[in-house]
Nanobody
């Protein structure tokens, strides 16, 4: 079992920045590829970014590429999402997720563990 807890969400003006954290406990964090997803009201959960277990490979949704940066610190069992130049359309609940193995995973159904989510609201 892996427990995931997100933090760092909040209210920010358009153009601002936030840094989300995902703290993991349980099994060895370094054995899991990780991802960030988000879900806006009345919309399906969508992929944001993913990172392999070493942190050397990352992948981003087109809508956030160049603005968001995913990273991880395996010594601290923590993953991060630095979000810059935020837009109102980035408003959503952001979830972190973990899946066993090294490969980057983009699909929600292939993740084994999920956090409870953290709200990000970007005002215009």
């Amino acid at each position: 079992q892996v427990q995931l807890v997100e933090s760092g969400g909040g209210l920010v003006q358009a153009g601002g920045s936030l840094r989300l954290s995902c703290a993991a406990s349980g099994r060895t964090f370094g054995n899991y590829a990780m991802g960030w997803f988000r879900q806006a009201p009345e919309k399906e959960r969508e992929f944001v970014a993913a990172i392999n277990w070493s942190g050397r490979t990352t992948y981003y949704a087109a809508s956030v590429k160049g603005r968001f940066t995913i990273s991880r610190d395996n010594a601290k069992n923590t993953m991060y999402l630095q979000m810059n130049r935020l837009k109102p359309e980035d408003t959503a609940v952001y979830y972190c997720a973990a899946t066993w193995g090294n490969a980057i995973v983009l699909v929600t159904t292939q993740y084994d563990y999920w956090g409870q989510g953290t709200q990000v609201t970007v005002s215009s």
